[in-house]
């Protein structure tokens, strides 16, 4: 297999999966190789821990990225919903202002109806009065 394509392969492979990888291969080289192979295969192990942990570092970059730019989202849809209760909210206060100065319209006018009726009862019990002392006074001539 060419170098470049097991390089390939291997960098396709999750974090957790090249960190595991790596386990197995140190301890496969630490098993057969003389003092200066270990050191040569420690520093390639370094060197894939670090590159693991850029690889993290730029997967959690992205994950923080994703996250930022849906509550950018939510933050305009909520925005737009906020604007919305806003014009209802103003239209609601209007209509209630418009009925309000409608129902005071009927109150006084209930009150200039109810001014009215005790106007007309305090007629029909003078013309009563005055029915009555006539009608008193009619049979008294009689």
């Not at 098993?31 to 520093?43: L, S």
């Not at 109806?113 to 029915?131: E, G, P, T």
């Amino acid at each position: 297999m060419d170098i470049t394509a097991l390089k390939q392969e291997i960098m396709e492979l999750t974090p957790e999966r090249r960190t595991l990888l790596w386990h197995e291969l140190r301890s496969i080289c630490d098993e057969g190789i003389d003092g200066n192979g270990k050191a040569q295969t420690q520093g390639y192990v370094a060197q894939g821990h670090e590159h693991d942990n850029a690889l993290v570092h730029t997967h959690n970059t992205n994950e923080l990225l994703l996250k930022f730019d849906s509550l950018q989202k939510e933050h305009a849809a909520s925005k737009s919903q906020l604007l919305d209760l806003q014009q209802e909210n103003e239209l609601l206060l209007l209509q209630l202002h418009q009925v309000q100065e409608e129902l005071e319209l009927y109150y006084l006018a209930n009150q200039e109806m109810i001014a009215a009726l005790k106007k007309s009862r305090q007629s029909m019990d003078q013309a009563r009065k005055v029915f009555i002392n006539l009608n008193k006074k009619v049979l008294a001539c009689q």
